[in-house]
């Protein structure tokens, strides 16, 4: 079965430094997405990407982050100038089209765990 | 926005015994979702509900939707240690968005 991947699969770095999150969507899907989830907590939202642009972002999507898709297999995030309250474990997830009467559930890959030191 | 809670937060149970955790939007849904994550590991679709006062069931597992849209539950019946880890609900509205709860861990003493 086709799956979402994510790379590195746990990431630190220092304080104030450039991280980039990698992760390939499932082929044939459309939708992408990035969320959060600090240890022991929910999962929650950061941004959705449809048709090479930002389709909605949350308030926790601020400057510091953006999103690409560079070619057509990579959706990467970046986080420019990491904070301690960043550690967490980022969720990709892609889904594969969106209607009114169903919509396609959310795959997500396995996390990368981002460590700010 | 919208927010979904969820509760318990944890749920100790012997293995045996049934399983509860209930949903509960702030605004009307167009459908709920509902994964489980294993300690360790990523969310896993379960199942979706669409239909006011839709109930699917997998094999142990019942998933009921609310008649207003709003709340929503999963019930296990019999526990197994194989499922423990937390479930979550995720709640859509008009941006097609999964918002999820804040999940409820089932931990299962055999």
């Known amino acids: 079965e086709p799956e979402v991947t994510q790379t590195p699969s746990h990431q630190v770095t220092q304080m104030g430094q450039e991280v980039i999150l990698r992760c390939v969507p499932i082929?044939?899907?459309?939708?992408f997405y990035w969320y959060r989830q600090i240890l022991g907590q929910k999962v929650e939202f950061l941004v959705s990407f449809y048709n090479n642009e930002i389709s909605e972002k949350s308030e926790i999507f601020d400057d510091q982050f953006s999103v690409e898709r560079p070619d057509g297999s990579n959706f990467t995030l970046k986080i420019r100038s990491t904070k301690l309250e960043d550690s967490a474990m980022y969720f990709c997830a892609s889904k594969e089209h969106v209607r009114s009467s169903y919509n396609s559930p959310l795959h997500f890959g396995n996390g990368t765990r981002l460590t700010v030191t | 926005g919208q927010q979904v809670m969820q509760i318990p937060q944890y749920q100790h149970v012997q293995e045996g015994e049934d399983f509860t955790t209930y949903c509960n939007s702030s605004t009307t849904l167009s459908n709920i979702q509902w994964y489980k994550q294993r300690p360790g590991g990523h969310p896993v679709f379960l199942i979706q509900?669409?239909?006011?006062?839709e109930v699917k069931k997998q094999k142990r597992l019942t998933f009921q939707f609310g008649e207003a849209k709003k709340n929503s539950s999963l019930h296990i019946t019999a526990t197994q240690t194989t499922d423990v880890g937390t479930y979550f609900c995720?709640?859509?509205?008009?941006?097609?968005?999964?918002?999820f709860g804040r999940g409820t861990s089932l931990i299962v003493h055999p």
């Open positions: 509900l669409v239909k006011s006062g």
């Open positions: 082929s044939n899907h459309l939708y």
């Open positions: 995720a709640g859509l509205g008009g941006s097609y968005i999964p918002t």
